[in-house]
């Protein structure tokens, strides 16, 4: 089983960034790709980002053109580069990693405030 730690959520003014980080430890061998989700008070969760293991990568079309995905392999660690938040961009958000045995991280907040 992998276990998921995410940081680097808080607070930050529309247009601002923010940039989360999710590091995999445990069993990673079997990682097919790792993602971003994210939930808002009273929505359900949805998928902001995706990356394989080859590097191919899917956007969420709310966050194209303003959010990055990128993994560090050696790492294995997973990064979320957010610009120009807005507020409908606060949530909690997650890190999740596809494998036989998919997981979640705990979730960080991400607060967008005028």
């Known amino acids: 089983q992998v276990q998921l730690v995410e940081s680097g959520g808080g607070l930050v003014q529309p247009g601002g960034s923010l940039r989360l980080s999710c590091a995999a430890s445990?069993?990673?061998?079997?990682?097919?790709?790792m993602a971003w989700y994210r939930q808002a008070p009273g929505k359900q969760r949805e998928l902001v980002a995706l990356?394989?293991?080859?590097?191919?990568?899917n956007y969420a079309d709310s966050v194209k053109g303003r959010i990055t995905i990128s993994r560090d392999n050696a790492k294995n660690t997973l990064y979320v580069q957010m610009n120009s938040l807005r507020p409908e961009d606060a949530a909690v958000y997650y890190c999740?990693?596809?494998?036989?045995?998919?997981?979640w991280g705990q979730g960080t907040q991400v607060t967008v405030y005028s």
């Open positions: 999740y990693v596809q494998q036989p045995k998919p997981a």
């Open positions: 445990g069993r990673t061998d079997n990682i097919l790709a």
């Open positions: 990356i394989t293991n080859s590097g191919m990568t």
